[in-house]
């Protein structure tokens, strides 16, 4: 049996730029475009785990987050408070729950039309 440690992964300080800052742009190249398949980076991002015991709702998660999140998106438009700056993003400085729990902000939901 192959086990493997996905937090270890995701926070190698010796492959990844800033491994505990959120940056989704580590995986777009220069021209702003996602990075191949095959790049390395994207071979380390084991959001729903590798091999045989991988998640099997990947795409299922997939196709729901991607329709959630743009039905949001193309509704409304997201501000935040300037007077209150955003928590750290930093997992490290998390709540300890079942899972790691990040603080709360408020974000304005105004409606496009
Ligand atoms: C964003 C959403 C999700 C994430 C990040 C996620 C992530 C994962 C991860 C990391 C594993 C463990 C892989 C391993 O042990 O190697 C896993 C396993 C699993 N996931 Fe998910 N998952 C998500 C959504 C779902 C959904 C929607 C379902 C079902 C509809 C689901 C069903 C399962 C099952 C049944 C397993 C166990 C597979 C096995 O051991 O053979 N997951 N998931």
Same mark, same amino acid.
């Not at 398949?37 to 980076?41: A, F, G, L, N, T």
């Not at 509704?75 to 997201?78: A, I, Q, W």
């Not at 993003?89 to 603080?103: A, G, H, M, N, Q």
């Given at each position: 049996?192959?086990?493997? &440690?996905?937090?270890?992964?995701h926070?190698?300080?010796?492959?990844?730029?800033?491994?505990?800052? *959120? @940056?989704?742009? =580590?995986?777009?190249?220069e021209?702003?475009?996602l990075?191949p398949?095959?790049?390395?980076?994207r071979?380390?991002?084991?959001?729903?785990?590798?091999?045989?015991?991988?998640?099997?709702?990947? &795409?299922l998660?997939r196709?729901r987050?991607?329709?959630?999140?743009t039905?949001i998106?193309q509704? *409304? @438009?997201?501000t =935040?408070?300037p007077s209150?700056?955003?928590?750290s993003?930093?997992?490290?400085?998390?709540?300890?729950?079942?899972?790691?729990?990040?603080?709360s902000?408020k974000?304005?939901?105004t409606?496009?039309?």
């Open positions: 049996m192959v086990t493997y &440690n996905i937090w270890r992964v926070h190698d300080e010796s492959f990844w730029e800033n491994p505990f800052t *959120f @940056d989704p742009t =580590r995986f777009l190249d021209h702003g475009k990075l398949p095959e790049d390395e980076k071979h380390r991002l084991l959001t729903f785990g590798i091999g045989k015991r991988s998640c099997i709702g990947e &795409n998660a196709a987050i991607f329709l959630g999140l039905s998106l509704n *409304f @438009d997201l =935040r408070d209150e700056p955003f928590p993003s930093d997992p490290r400085t998390y709540e300890i729950t079942f899972f790691l729990k990040p603080p902000y974000l304005q939901f409606p496009r039309h």
